[in-house]
Each structure stands twice: as structure tokens, then as C-alpha cells.
């Protein structure tokens, strides 16, 4: 009996293990079959993800393609914007109007005394300052008509007066640090020592912190040989650009020092540049014209004057001129007669035909009607006119 039941709990545990045996391969194929199955679903899967991914790509290489074609319009419409700027001229320094007066240079025959020759000139130039006159022409409006005249004539620029008028006003339009320098010691300037300063805006001190200053080229030659040096009034010369002659007066613009450099630099500009730039006023320019005729033909500016102006006490009223034809202008010529008036002056020009100066000019004005004096000095007559002129014509 004991067999037996061993026997049979032998079988038992061989179909127990055939049954699990069973169990563990329907669970792999079940597994393997799970396994299939997932793969397929991934299978499946990865191809919807390339499918998009490609749609993906297509539709990026879409956008890039118009991202290019946008990029490219964009260059196209740059390099046209370009293209026009290029095409626009570029943008130049605002030219600002100018007021030139014309004074005969026997205004200073009416003195008595060389020191009253002196003084008159200073005055002409104290006017000329203040209400910022830009040219000043000194005209001969005598001629060879008398014998005095005739042996102070022809020296170089007209007459022996007209000359010495010219020398006080560019003396005295000079800073006093470039006076010795370019100003030898002259008889006409014996007596410019009792003259009012004009103490213009470009007459700068030492220590005076300003962009722009005159200078004149210094003989010491600079050390690497380039450019030159300028003495514009401070303590050591201004290294500038250009090679120029000694003893030359320039305008000179300053640059700002670096940390590094120890020399003060600057570039040699036009001197209508500090007035066309910040608005200063840069004093005035005297030029010497033999007739009145020269004081037109020889005007320094392109298309000459366009607002021509003389004065006379045979002018018309200037009350009732057109005040409208007296500020639109570019560059005016205010023009002044001697002790015998602009009539003169035309009869003393054998260059010109015309017997009435008003013929000459396009306004013809008395600035100083009803007068209680029978005349009117030259120096006085240049203060009267330019202070009826301001408002009317905006000096300065």
C-alpha cells in the first residue's frame, strides 16, 4: 500500500509540473504574442511619426523657403533704400546769410589829426562788431581828381587812406595774441593803442574752453614731420593736419585729447565754419576795391550780392520800403558814400556810365529822415543804418 501511494503522489507531481510547465510556455507565447503586438503598435507609431515629421520637414522647408524669398525681398529692398541714399547727396553744413558793408577810404581825409584818424576807423569797426557784419569793403571813391589824392595815390590797394583804413580794421579785428605776429610795427598803427577793444566772440582768453580758435602756422616744425604746428593762444602749439607756410593765420578746430595722447590735435577749417556750425560770430573779412565798380565785380561770394543796398539823403524813405524785400536774402551789400555822397563815387569810376547811383542798387534808402544836421558823418551814417537795419534784415 505504501508503493502505491508513493506511486501516485510520483504522478501527481510529474502532471503538477507538465501543468505548470504548460502554464509558463502559454505565458511566454502570451508574452511574445504581447511583445509582437507592441511592436506593431510602435511599428505603427514610428511611421506616423515620420509621416508628420516629413510633413514636419516639408512644411519647414516651406517656411524657409519663404523665409529666404522674405530675406531676399528684404535685401532687395535694402540694398534699394541703399541705393537712394546713395542717390541723396549728403547733408551739408547749413550756409548761413552774410552782410557785407562798403565805406569809402576818404572818410578818413575829414580828420584832422592822425589820432582822429585812427579813432574814426575804430569806430567803423566797433559798428561793424556789434551788429556782426560779416565783409567790409573799403572802396576809393576819389580817384585822380585832385592833387592831394594824386600824391597819395597807388600804393598797393588804392590810396594811401584807403590802405591805412584797411590796416586799423584788420588790426583790430585780430586777437591780441596773433597781433605782434602778424602786425610789424607801422606808422598806420602808431596810434591804435587809444582804440576801443572789440572784444568779439573769437577773441578768446587763455583758459578759455572753446571748439574753435585763429591761430597762425608756427616756424617749429613738428617731430614725426607731418602736419604742422599752430599757436591758437594756449600754453603749447596745436598739432594740426596740413603742411602750411609760416606766419599763415588759420582757423583751427579742436579735437578732444584722448587719455593717451599728451599734444592737443586739431584740423584746419574755413573760418565761416564756427559761425555755419555753432552760430558764433568769427568777426569780419576787409577787402580793398579800387572804384565802386570792384566792390560788385569782385565779391567773394558765389552769384555776388543778391540784395544790393546804398544809402543817401536823396533815398526813399525807409518807413515806407517793402520790409518783406529786406529779409529774404543770402548775401547783402550795404553801401556807404563819402562827404560828397555816392555820387561821387560814380563820377570818379570812368568804368561806369550811369549818372544816378540808385541805378546801381536794388534799394536805395534814407535811414535817417528829416535830419536836424545838414550832413551826417560816414561813422555816424554806418551806426544810424545798421540799427534801423537790425529788426528789418535780423542781423545777427
Same mark, same amino acid.
Given at each position: 500500500?505504501?508503493?502505491?501511494?508513493?506511486?501516485?503522489?510520483?504522478?501527481?507531481?510529474?502532471?503538477?509540473?507538465?501543468?505548470?510547465?504548460? @502554464?509558463?510556455?502559454?505565458?511566454?507565447?502570451?508574452?511574445?504574442?504581447?511583445?509582437?503586438?507592441?511592436?506593431?503598435?510602435?511599428?505603427?507609431?514610428?511611421?506616423?511619426?515620420?509621416?508628420? &515629421?516629413?510633413?514636419?520637414?516639408?512644411?519647414?522647408?516651406?517656411?524657409?523657403?519663404?523665409?529666404?524669398?522674405?530675406?531676399?525681398?528684404?535685401?532687395?529692398?535694402?540694398?534699394?533704400?541703399?541705393?537712394?541714399?546713395?542717390?541723396?547727396?549728403?547733408?551739408?553744413?547749413?550756409?548761413?546769410?552774410?552782410?557785407?558793408?562798403?565805406?569809402?577810404?576818404?572818410?578818413?581825409? /575829414?580828420?584832422?589829426?592822425?589820432?582822429?584818424?585812427?579813432? =574814426?576807423?575804430?569806430?567803423?569797426?566797433?559798428?561793424?562788431?556789434?551788429?556782426?557784419?560779416?565783409?567790409? &569793403?573799403?572802396?576809393?571813391? %576819389?580817384?585822380?581828381?585832385?592833387?592831394?589824392?594824386?600824391?597819395?595815390?597807388?600804393? $598797393?590797394?588804392?590810396?594811401?587812406? #584807403?590802405? @591805412?583804413?584797411?590796416?586799423? !580794421? @584788420?588790426?583790430?579785428?585780430?586777437?591780441?595774441?596773433?597781433?605782434?605776429?602778424?602786425?610789424?610795427?607801422? /606808422?598806420? !598803427?602808431?596810434?591804435?593803442?587809444?582804440?576801443?577793444?572789440?572784444?568779439?566772440?573769437?577773441?578768446?582768453?587763455?583758459?578759455?574752453?572753446?571748439?574753435?580758435?585763429?591761430?597762425?602756422?608756427?616756424? =617749429?616744425?613738428?617731430?614725426?614731420?607731418?602736419? #604742422?604746428?599752430?599757436?591758437?593762444?594756449?600754453?603749447?602749439?596745436?598739432?594740426?593736419?596740413?603742411? !602750411?607756410?609760416?606766419?599763415?593765420? %588759420?582757423?583751427?578746430?579742436?579735437?578732444?585729447?584722448?587719455?593717451?595722447?599728451?599734444? @592737443?590735435?586739431?584740423?584746419?577749417?574755413?573760418?565761416?565754419?564756427?559761425?555755419? $556750425?555753432?552760430?558764433?560770430?568769427?568777426?569780419?573779412?576787409?577787402? /580793398?576795391? $579800387?572804384?565802386? /565798380?570792384?566792390?560788385?565785380?569782385? #565779391?567773394?561770394?558765389?552769384?555776388?550780392?543778391? =540784395?544790393?543796398?546804398?544809402?543817401?539823403?536823396?533815398?526813399?524813405?525807409?518807413?515806407?520800403?517793402?520790409?518783406?524785400?529786406?529779409?529774404?536774402?543770402?548775401?547783402?551789400?550795404?553801401?556807404?558814400?563819402?562827404?560828397?555822397?555816392?555820387?561821387?563815387?560814380?563820377?570818379?569810376?570812368?568804368?561806369?556810365?550811369?549818372?544816378?547811383?540808385?541805378?546801381?542798387?536794388?534799394?536805395?534808402?534814407?535811414?535817417?529822415?528829416?535830419?536836424?544836421?545838414?550832413?551826417?558823418?560816414?561813422?555816424?551814417?554806418?551806426? &544810424?543804418?545798421?540799427?534801423?537795419?537790425?529788426?528789418?534784415?535780423? !542781423?545777427?
Amino acid at each position: 500500500m505504501a508503493s502505491f501511494e508513493t506511486e501516485s503522489n510520483d504522478n501527481n507531481i510529474i502532471k503538477s509540473n507538465k501543468k505548470r510547465k504548460n @502554464q509558463n510556455v502559454d505565458k511566454s507565447k502570451k508574452k511574445k504574442k504581447l511583445q509582437e503586438v507592441v511592436e506593431i503598435d510602435e511599428d505603427l507609431k514610428t511611421e506616423e511619426v515620420i509621416k508628420t &515629421i516629413k510633413k514636419k520637414k516639408k512644411h519647414s522647408e516651406i517656411t524657409e523657403a519663404e523665409k529666404v524669398e522674405v530675406t531676399i525681398n528684404n535685401d532687395v529692398e535694402s540694398s534699394k533704400i541703399t541705393e537712394t541714399s546713395d542717390k541723396v547727396k549728403p547733408s551739408k553744413v547749413r550756409q548761413l546769410p552774410t552782410v557785407s558793408i562798403a565805406v569809402p577810404g576818404s572818410i578818413l581825409d /575829414n580828420a584832422q589829426s592822425p589820432e582822429f584818424r585812427t579813432y =574814426l576807423a575804430g569806430q567803423i569797426a566797433r559798428a561793424a562788431c556789434i551788429y556782426k557784419i560779416d565783409e567790409i &569793403i573799403v572802396f576809393d571813391d %576819389v580817384g585822380e581828381q585832385t592833387n592831394v589824392m594824386v600824391s597819395n595815390k597807388k600804393t $598797393e590797394g588804392g590810396s594811401k587812406t #584807403c590802405k @591805412q583804413l584797411a590796416i586799423i !580794421l @584788420q588790426y583790430l579785428e585780430c586777437p591780441q595774441y596773433l597781433r605782434r605776429i602778424l602786425f610789424p610795427i607801422h /606808422n598806420f !598803427l602808431k596810434y591804435t593803442g587809444v582804440l576801443n577793444p572789440l572784444d568779439a566772440p573769437h577773441h578768446f582768453r587763455q583758459e578759455d574752453n572753446v571748439p574753435f580758435r585763429e591761430g597762425v602756422v608756427s616756424t =617749429l616744425p613738428p617731430k614725426k614731420g607731418k602736419g #604742422c604746428n599752430v599757436d591758437v593762444g594756449l600754453r603749447k602749439h596745436v598739432l594740426v593736419d596740413k603742411c !602750411l607756410q609760416p606766419f599763415v593765420r %588759420v582757423t583751427v578746430k579742436l579735437i578732444p585729447n584722448s587719455d593717451d595722447s599728451k599734444r @592737443q590735435k586739431g584740423i584746419v577749417v574755413a573760418p565761416s565754419t564756427p559761425k555755419n $556750425e555753432s552760430g558764433i560770430y568769427w568777426g569780419y573779412t576787409v577787402r /580793398n576795391a $579800387e572804384s565802386i /565798380n570792384e566792390v560788385f565785380t569782385k #565779391c567773394p561770394y558765389p552769384g555776388g550780392y543778391d =540784395l544790393k543796398i546804398g544809402t543817401s539823403d536823396k533815398g526813399i524813405d525807409i518807413d515806407q520800403t517793402d520790409h518783406s524785400q529786406l529779409s529774404s536774402f543770402k548775401h547783402a551789400l550795404i553801401c556807404f558814400g563819402g562827404v560828397h555822397g555816392l555820387e561821387a563815387a560814380l563820377e570818379a569810376d570812368q568804368s561806369i556810365d550811369e549818372e544816378n547811383p540808385s541805378t546801381l542798387f536794388d534799394i536805395y534808402l534814407n535811414t535817417c529822415p528829416n535830419q536836424g544836421s545838414r550832413t551826417i558823418r560816414t561813422e555816424e551814417a554806418v551806426l &544810424i543804418t545798421l540799427a534801423e537795419l537790425r529788426s528789418k534784415m535780423k !542781423l545777427g
